[in-house]
């Protein structure tokens, strides 16, 4: 499946010290592109709609993308990152947003890479239990698609295309695209 736009290219993606491993890496970059594939269809108007009063702006969950996976890969997992402080892109635009959560992903790959066996399966607090790392890791990459999947809500909503993630969507399709709606469709092997 070909995509239109690609932040991290499968050439930046590095090889995993640990083989069983390299899905981690492969899935943590295919998600960093799918979230910035979702940005990148807002406008800098759109970061101030949210889509209920109790619910967070495009903004809110920009910034909490970015803030919260620090908060994942430094103090859950160990992860070298800037301080919380430096997170954060100087001023609030979609571009800057993408830009930063690229610039921020890229070092973690690399770290990752590194990882032994040993340090994917140590148990390390997560908020108040303890998880193994791979556990962790896991969570932080639901937790991105969870929101990634209420920003499409959002851009729907406000009238914009929705990128193809997974597969095509009914603004985007390609030749051979074949969602499965059908018991037949879904009885295929």
Known sequence: MQYAFTAIADELIPQARERVFQHALDTYAS????????????KDQDLD????????????????????????????????????????????????FCTRLRELALPRLGYLAEREMEWWLERVFFFDVERERVWIFWRRV????????????????????????????????????????????AGRR
Request: hydrophobic share 35%; with cysteine.
């Open 142 to 185: 639901l937790h991105t698609c969870h929101h990634r999947g209420q920003l499409t809500v959002y851009l729907r909503l406000l009238g914009h295309s929705v990128p193809a993630v997974y597969g095509p969507t009914a603004d985007v399709s390609w030749t051979g695209a074949d969602p499965t709606q059908t018991v037949e469709a």
């Open 31 to 42: 998600e960093i592109n799918k979230v910035i594939s979702t940005w990148r269809n807002f």
């Open 49 to 96: 709609f949210r889509s209920h009063p109790r619910s967070s702006t495009v903004g809110e969950h920009l910034k909490h993308q970015l803030l919260s996976e620090r908060r994942f890969f430094g103090e859950f997992l160990g992860v070298p990152e800037p301080p919380a402080s430096e997170v954060l892109p100087a001023m609030a635009t979609v571009d800057r």
